[in-house]
């Protein structure tokens, strides 16, 4: 038997390396390799309306990460299968380097390759995928896809403590594989054996049409069944060859939103070691979220519960407080944020300090040293080096010079009920607290806002602007007292 996991692969990156920066430039050529990506299951055990192959792992899609591993291996052409809800996969993934086949309605695994078999080329060699097997990596493949060019039939598969649910690898006494056997249909002692099949498999693409096309749906589930090719080729006296994934977390398929979450778990382990081991600190390792991509300068220090989305880059010596949101975002050396801080689509400079409480909507820029404290929420607006707006602002649509500082309760009043207005506020500006901007307006440069002031026109440079009003005092005056309530 040709054990694949001996054929040597290119050295790759460590596990997770891959997810959390862009994939990884695999140098793997394998001579006309196709791929086929089964993913038009119903995924009645999902018990949602949503494709499985739409929910998200690590903030994708499921059927993206299948498809990052499959184009590192430079296919000649990926198809993918769909059935259920396929106008709305394809919808999620317009790339014009893929192939659709459809299967409606779904009547198995077998008979969904049969399905992408009028869209492959006759030579070459095929590799089929899982789409709900989303932590496989390219660098597990490749012995398979290997074993393939090599005129074989490989298949991956991994003994595990429960490989419950999973089809089992049935090997003769002396280790070949003879076939693969599904739950449903195991005997008591085929569910013994602990090797199970990960739902890939590769084959010369001439041999893997005659087998498909053979396939019979004679069993528990009435399916066709991909895995019977195992059961043809072993029959053809083909030595079948198998490869483990490179890690048992590669193999984890999901049917079940215990198993989604699951899944999501170990990416999220695989991710946090992998800053771990570039320098990062992480307060605790089992509790940040990264759905999307982090990628993180020396000295990094991460404390828990954050959720980071989309692209974030942290630079040298940033901080992260406690139960952050932060989602594509810039941030530069030495910022600090505080707990609690929800930054969305923002650019941020050097030794800035944001937080606890603060809201950063897209499109805002925050130049060096600025400083944003405690319930203060900005969107749309631009704010110059060491500016600073330390308690309850709303900052919307402004530009914001230099050393400008925003007094407490500072108010932009952008919105007219129709359109939004831009508020510009030059630099060296200090504004009072309790104040509204009544947008559009500017402030002149080095101008002071008295507390309490409603600025509706334009303010020129230097001086103070206040309006007039008068405080009264009332010494007579009495505060009213409940009357009391009369005995019944
Ligand atoms: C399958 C394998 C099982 C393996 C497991 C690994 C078969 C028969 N069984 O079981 O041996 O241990 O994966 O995770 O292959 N799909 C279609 N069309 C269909 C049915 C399924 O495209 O008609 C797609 C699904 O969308 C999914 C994949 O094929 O992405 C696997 O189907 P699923 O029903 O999840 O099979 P498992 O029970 O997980
Ligand atoms: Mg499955």
């Keep these: 038997m040709l054990d694949c996991s001996a054929i040597p692969v290119a050295e790759s990156q460590a596990f997770g390396l891959s997810f959390a920066f862009p994939p990884a430039l695999v140098a793997f050529l394998f001579v006309s390799l196709q791929i086929v990506i089964l993913a038009a299951g119903v995924g009645k055990r999902m018990r949602s309306d949503l494709p499985k ?25 990926i198809v993918v299968v769909v059935g259920h809800g396929g106008e709305e996969v394809r919808a999620a993934f317009p790339q014009t380097d893929l192939l659709w086949a459809i299967q409606d309605p779904p009547q198995g695994t077998g008979h969904a390759v049969q399905q992408a078999i ?45 490989p419950t ?14 076939r693969i056997v599904e739950h449903q249909d195991a005997t008591d002692e085929e569910r013994r054996i602990r090797e199970m099949y990960t739902g890939m498999m590769a084959a010369p693409a001439a041999s893997l049409a005659r087998w498909v096309g053979a396939l019979k749906n004679n069993n528990e ?50 991710l946090a070691d992998a800053l771990l081991e570039q320098g990062v600190t992480l307060a605790d390792p089992g509790r940040i ?15 828990i519960n954050t959720v980071f989305g989309g692209h974030v880059e942290l630079g040298n010596r940033v901080t992260i407080g406690a139960h952050c949101v932060i989602r594509d975002c810039r941030i530069g050396e030495d910022t600090v944020v505080r707990p609690f801080t929800h930054l969305e689509g923002v650019i941020i400079g050097a ?13 805002t820029e925050l130049a060096d040293g600025v ?10 607006s631009r ?20 050393n400008v500082n925003v007094g407490a309760g500072m108010i932009t009043c952008n919105y007219d009920g129709a359109y939004k207005h831009r508020t510009i506020i030059e630099d060296d500006v200090h504004i009072g607290s309790d104040t509204q901007l009544v947008a559009p307006v500017t402030v002149g440069k080095g101008a002071t806002i008295g507390a309490g002031t409603t600025v509706w026109k334009d303010v020129p440079p230097g001086g103070l602007v206040v309006n007039e009003k008068r405080q009264l005092a009332r010494p007579e005056w009495k505060r009213p007292v409940k009357a009391a309530k009369a005995k019944s």
């Design 289 to 303: 979220d990264i759905r999307g991509t982090l990628t993180c300068g020396r000295d990094v220090a991460i404390d």
């Design 118 to 162: 009028p869209l492959l080329l006759k030579e070459g060699s095929v590799l089929v995928l899982n789409g709900d097997v989303p932590l496989v990596q390219a660098t597990s493949l490749a012995p398979l896809c290997a074993a393939a060019d090599a005129g074989r039939l490989a298949i991956q598969a991994q003994p595990l403590k429960d």
């Design 165 to 178: 649910g999973y089809g089992r690898v049935v090997r003769e006494k002396d280790g070949h594989v003879l």
């Design 351 to 363: 030794h800035c300090d944001l937080g606890p409480f603060a809201h950063v909507h897209p499109d």
């Design 371 to 380: 400083e944003l404290g405690n319930f203060v929420e900005v969107k749309r």
């Design 383 to 402: 704010i110059g080096t060491g500016s600073k707006a330390k308690h309850l602002s709303y900052i919307g649509d402004a530009t914001i010079g230099r």
């Design 53 to 77: 192959v739409l929910h998200a792992v690590g903030g994708r899609p499921m059927l993206a990460l299948v498809l990052d591993a499959a184009r590192a291996l430079k296919p000649a052409r």
């Design 221 to 270: 589930q009435g399916e066709y069944y991909l895995t019977d090719v195992i059961a043809m080729a072993a029959a053809e006296g083909i030595d079948i060859a198998v490869a483990q994934p490179g890690h048992e977390r590669e193999m984890k398929g999901i049917n079940s939103k215990a198993q989604l979450a699951e899944v999501e778990r170990a990416l999220q382990c695989a």
